[in-house]
């Protein structure tokens, strides 16, 4: 039998075996330290996984039960900021498909935002008539806040325009809001601070592109409450 | 083609990574899972076993993706790698004799066929593989297939096939030379 360092370097008989997975104990350990500190010898083992790897074709797809990626998801470390369901169309465009959805949706919110307690998102139903028009959540950490339609329907000529009524009781505009969509509105700077619990958010129907005075013209067609769930 | 969609669709998502985003981890996720489950349960037959490992293995890609260069390897078989390792880690680690029972080199019938896959590259990768693994003794590809499919050591392939530990690492040895001889032609 011929020596096969003859044929391959030793170095790269290493490489081999170290992605065919056959050594243990302190080889292993080895193999392992010398991949993190010798790019030339990562190359090798990274060729060699490439020249095995068509082989696990053979071995079939197990789906995986759900609670291996909640256990994933959980093992993360804490979300960024500016980042997951805020952003989420998706879960917006959900949670408007029904209002009766709404607790479960803040819940879910709160679960998401269970790290920062004193920044716990606020929701308000901006209800009017019987009907809930809007369900609106602020995003206190992020000065945001975003308005669903619900049970409004578009009026012919007018749009609907949403209001902040703090404790002095004068509205602040914070912009227009739309029937077919959720709409994401950034709170003025100066309005942060009065966008807090007990707080009432007013949708008023202006002419297009809001109030010309800075102050409800048109009929205000519903208010809710800011709370805190 | 579908195998190039998913890759790009891997390869994309692994990019997006290392700025923390979670909702492309569980792409990777969703679309390799299944086959990376079936790898470590594979090597380790025990469910909650391999569910810990496929844990791992996600929480390394979230840690690691920063470092998979698609220029060099392809994604699965940086994923692969790192589930086979993983699990392999595992497997020491354990108290617990598995792929234990005796394997003869004629148990090996290396007959499959090249098995359509979601994932994995693509069916060439695949026959040409499996026919450089066709050119091999029976007794070194009875012995590879133990080493990449169970996760079987050099002792515990010497005891499966009841021949010294010098003669198993020379069987593997040569196996491996000329498996890269016959991939390269």
């Not at chain 1, 709404?102 to 709160?110: N, S, T, V």
């Amino acid at each position: 039998m011929s020596d096969p360092a003859s044929q391959m370097p030793e170095d790269e008989l290493l490489a081999a075996e170290c992605a065919l997975g056959v050594l243990a104990g302190a080889e292993r350990d080895a193999a392992e330290g010398r991949i993190a500190r010798d790019p030339g010898f990562a190359r090798m083992v990274i060729a060699w996984e490439e020249r095995l790897a068509p082989w696990a074709a053979e071995i079939p797809e197990v789906p995986a039960p759900p609670q291996v990626w909640d256990r994933i998801a959980a093992a993360l470390p804490a979300q960024k900021q500016n980042a997951g369901w805020w952003q989420s169309l998706a879960f917006w465009r959900g949670l408007s498909l029904a209002t009766g959805a709404l607790a479960a949706a803040c819940i879910g919110a709160l679960i998401y935002l269970g790290n920062a307690p004193s920044q716990a998102p606020l929701t308000a139903g901006i209800d009017g008539g019987g009907h809930r028009h809007f369900v609106a959540t602020v995003d206190t950490r992020n000065g945001r806040i975003a308005v669903v339609p619900a049970a409004y329907s578009a009026d012919a000529t007018r749009e609907p325009e949403l209001w902040l009524i703090p404790a002095d009781g004068k509205p602040r505009p914070l912009g227009m809001l739309r029937a077919d969509r959720a709409v994401t509105i950034a709170i003025p700077a100066g309005l942060a601070t009065l966008a807090v619990k007990d707080a009432t958010l007013a949708v008023s129907l202006e002419p297009a592109g809001g109030s010309p005075t800075g102050q409800p013209t048109g009929p205000v067609i519903a208010s809710g409450k800011l709370t805190s769930l | 083609m579908d195998l190039d969609a998913n890759r790009n669709l891997i390869v994309a998502a692994l990019a997006r990574i290392p700025a923390g985003d979670r909702a492309a981890l569980q792409t990777v996720y969703r679309l390799t899972s299944a086959k990376l489950f079936g790898v470590a349960l594979r090597i380790l037959e025990e469910r909650s076993e391999a569910e810990d490992v496929l844990q791992e293995v996600y929480v390394t890609v979230w840690r690691k993706a920063a470092d998979f260069d698609a220029a060099r390897a392809s994604p699965m078989t940086w994923l692969i790698a790192i589930a086979r390792n993983r699990a392999i880690d595992r497997l020491r680690a354990s108290k617990q004799s598995r792929h234990t029972a005796p394997i003869e080199a004629a148990d090996d019938v290396a007959d499959s066929a090249p098995m359509a896959d979601r994932v994995l590259e693509n069916a060439q990768d695949y026959a040409r593989l499996h026919g450089c693994l066709d050119g091999l003794e029976a007794r070194e590809r009875t012995a590879l297939r133990g080493a990449f499919f169970d996760g079987n050591t050099y002792e515990d392939l010497a005891a499966r096939m009841n021949v010294p530990l010098g003669t198993m690492k020379s069987w593997i040895r040569r196996a491996m030379i000329k498996l890269k001889s016959c991939l390269q032609q």
